[in-house]
């Protein structure tokens, strides 16, 4: 059947008429207006097509019968087909750091397989964590996935020992005792685990066989040695002078200058050679994680910052596509205006985009960001969504984010550029604070879903967009998500008037179980996807808590009580599995 789009009346006469005449009511049909049985939007179109080439040839027939004629004895079986891309879902938010573990820190080894069997388990289908990226060690964020020193390299802090010992890079001998951590304390972890990590990917260096060949493929492929040789020379720099920040190096290393870049490669060639290894090493494990969710058919939904860190390569090797004077120092850093978490606003202190200098270069900077992100993910959420239509930008030496001013994003260009260069993506558009009219254009004009977050939506009145009755289909809603606090910690803080509001507008009293209600609400949403963070479903208190927006110290170390286990948490698994049934996420 020719694509609907593109079939005109005339065409279709014709061939009718240059047909056989067959002996069923269709010879006697006159020509009719078609009804058009799909009607993709553009960001779905090439999908859509081949799904409506699938319609029936008895869909097809009616479309072309005179009013009055009767149909076929089987119309009644003619009923419409689901479009898988309709399906609605349902996922669960934790970050691999939180996972328990012999090391003081989640990894990429047994525990994340036995999460994915549980979430299959449970019914569920998306995985949401928060970006992978190694967090900056010198920016004073504590683990920060938000902070990080590289947009495209992974965390090796999440490479397991077991894993290695496994590939036979490690001996079991050679792995530490285990340590008895609740918290993540992310430097003890990096003074255990970066020695044998070390270790084992000179190891790998010095083999032959598969495993080095791998390492070889994957060193030369355009796609990984675009960003990684950069990464792996400002790391080697980083590591001989090891200041505060790139803008202290000499002024031959901090522009570029060849025969300084040739200088490190001859000095420090075993130290950027391990820094290849390593990322291979992460990248190999957590291609194993992935694969394994997609077998028990779990989408990985990542996470992507969308602002870098000043100290990292991307900055460092792309001066141009920054906002930065002739020293290389910012003009102005991110941020954004006073909001819930904080009276005078959030400043971040990252650098801006010069987004002018980027669309003259067709934001090929963006497009490989994008192309690694599908490297690593299903689908991803990109934060901060609204600063694509406008930023908020803070002058550099301002000592608080209030004394900023909104300017203009790329806005649609940007995505055009990707779309062109990448094809069709899976985003999710990160769409809180402060939201005006252009975020939530640009926002549909991609065709991309936005979030709603419950915890917000009982402080004000009917309107509140968060509200369940206010939600839209193509729409990802949370109870909470890792700067909120958990369910419980919120509800015992929360004001008497807002719980008050909570209680009418869910129908329960005080003694329910608020974590579970709160659930149920937002699996009961008619939003296509419903993500869940763990500790919602354990029914944990404030020290659960991920992240404290607006505050540097205390975040991100949060990891599942060494007395609960995914083998035993088949009582949580059979209550979300039902609800979701209810609801039709399975």
Known sequence: MAALGSLSFSSLASSLSSSPKPSSFLATATLRP???????????????????????????????????QDLPDDYEEWTPKPDPRDRRRAGVLLHPTSFRGPYGIGDFGAEAFRFIDWLHQAGCSVWQVLPLVPPGRKANEEGSPYSGQDANCGNT??????????????????????????????AAVADLKDP??????????????????????????????????????????????????WYLWPESLKNRHLAALEEIYQSKKDFIDLFIAQQFLFQRQWQKVRNYAQMKGISIMGDMPIY???????????????????????????????????????????????????????????????????????????DHFRGFAGFWAVPSEAKVAMDGRWKVGPGKSLFDAIFRSVGNINIIAEDLGVITEDVVQLRKSIGAPGMAVLQFGFGSDAKNPHLPHNHERNQVVYTGTHDNDTIRGWWDTLKN??????????????????????????????????????????????????????????NWSWRIPSSTSFDHLETEATKLRDLLSTYGRL
């Open 308 to 382: 870098v860190g000043y100290h990292s390569a991307d900055v460092w090797a792309n001066k141009k596509h920054f906002l930065l004077n002739r020293r290389g120092f910012p003009l102005e850093v991110s941020g954004v205006p006073p909001d819930a978490f904080s009276e005078t606003g959030q400043l971040w202190g990252s650098p801006l985009y010069d987004w002018k200098a980027m669309e003259k270069d067709g934001f090929s900077w963006w497009i490989h960001r994008i192309q690694r992100a599908r490297d690593l993910y299903d689908e991803f959420r990109i």
């Open 34 to 68: 078609l009804v058009f049985l799909c009607t993709p939007s553009a960001a779905k179109m090439s999908a859509a097509s081949a799904s409506c080439s699938s319609v029936s040839g008895n869909a097809a027939a009616s479309a072309v019968a005179s009013v009055g």
């Open 157 to 186: 802090l999440l490479i397991s020992l077991e894993e290695l010992v496994k590939d036979g890079l490690l001996a079991k001998a050679e792995l530490p005792q285990p340590i008895d951590a609740e918290r993540v304390n992310f």
């Open 196 to 245: 044998l990590i070390a270790k084992a990917a000179e190891r790998l260096i010095q083999s032959d066989g598969e495993l080095k060949s791998q390492l070889e493929n994957f060193h030369k492929d355009p796609s990984i040695s675009s960003w990684l040789e950069d990464a792996a020379y400002f790391a080697a720099i980083d590591d001989s002078l090891n200041t505060f920040s």
């Open 497 to 554: 008037e807002e719980k008050s509001n909570v209680m009418k507008y869910l129908s329960i009293s005080e003694e329910d179980d608020i974590s579970w209600k709160l659930i149920q609400a937002a699996l009961s949403s008619v939003t296509q996807t419903a993500v869940i963070p763990l500790q919602d479903i354990l029914r944990l208190g404030v020290s659960a808590r991920m992240n404290i927006p607006a505050t540097q110290f205390g």
